[in-house]
């Protein structure tokens, strides 16, 4: 007998089984692993990642599509405005140009505007201000329903624009009438909670390690046109990430309509 041969056979054997259970013990330690993170809740994943958040809205069951028309705009809406000229681009679209250039205050700017889109705008009180784009010196804001915004709707929001010296000198308006919730059946759903909407972006990988959640708010997003005039809308959690990028994901199926960043749209303002 070759026991040479013999031993070194015996050898490989060892180091053949040796090598089988190293590669089971990590198999099972990646296994558990797994588990672990599957198990694991989404505030024990974002706590890992050290992604952090403020109070998040009170959780609501069920919300309701809402359905909206383009507002035709008429001469006799015009006659309360004062100390402006305004001039029809369409007839639902209006620019108005200011007598006077009226200067932002250095503090509290979005309590003086919200002020003065009561006062010098046609339904000025069921808009909210949005962002300042720097780069083209304007002020944006969406039109609201039940305090909620309409994002980036084109045919609901103020243009308005600035000089060098930070002064309004004119704006323009367009807006949505006779918003309602949709009461066919089927149209009064079942939300997602907002920890879920942030689940989503979490799992998308959107939200970046050691980022903080700086605000979350339910709103509306356009879903699909009716017509040329009538929109459809669905409720939408707006989520914002380090006060620079927003995300809007559908409450009802958890679909992420868009990124941005934070102030200006995908191309920048509608008008």
């Known amino acids: 007998m070759d026991w040479g041969r013999t031993k070194t056979i015996f050898i490989l054997i060892f180091l053949a089984l040796d090598l089988f259970l190293v590669y089971q013990i990590i198999e099972k330690r990646t296994t558990a692993e797994l588990e672990y993170m599957t198990e694991s809740t989404i505030e024990e994943q974002l706590e890992a990642d050290e992604i952090t958040y403020g109070n998040l809205p009170k959780e609501l069951e069920r919300e309701s599509y ?14 309360k405005l004062k100390n402006q000229t305004i001039s029809f ?39 909210m201000y949005w962002g300042w784009d720097k780069k083209a010196n304007k002020l944006l804001f969406f039109q609201t329903y039940r ?8 045919y609901a929001m103020i243009s308005m624009q600035l000089n060098k010296a930070n002064e309004i000198i004119s704006y323009e308006q367009k807006m949505m009438v006779d ?7 089927g149209s009064n759903q079942e939300i997602i ?19 903080h959640i700086t605000k979350v708010e339910l709103g509306y997003y356009k879903n699909v046109p009716i017509s040329e005039d009538v929109q459809i809308f669905v409720p939408t959690w707006h989520v914002v990430l380090d006060n620079e990028m927003d995300y809007f994901v559908n409450a009802i199926d958890g679909q992420i309509f868009q990124l941005i960043q934070s102030g200006v749209g995908e191309n920048g303002f509608a008008f």
């Open 66 to 79: 809402i359905t909206a028309k383009r507002k035709k705009f008429i001469s006799s809406d015009l006659m």
């Open 89 to 127: 681009i369409s007839d639902d679209w209006i620019i108005s140009k200011l007598t006077k250039p009226i200067a932002l205050p250095d503090r509290n700017i979005e309590a003086f505007l919200v002020e003065f889109l009561k006062e010098n705008v046609i339904s000025g009180n069921s808009y």
């Open 147 to 154: 305090e909620r915004p309409l994002f980036f709707n084109e």
């Open 179 to 185: 918003i309602k919730e949709i009461e066919e059946e």
């Open 193 to 211: 909670p907002p920890l879920k909407a942030i689940e989503i972006l979490y799992n998308k990988d959107y939200l970046t390690s050691s980022g």
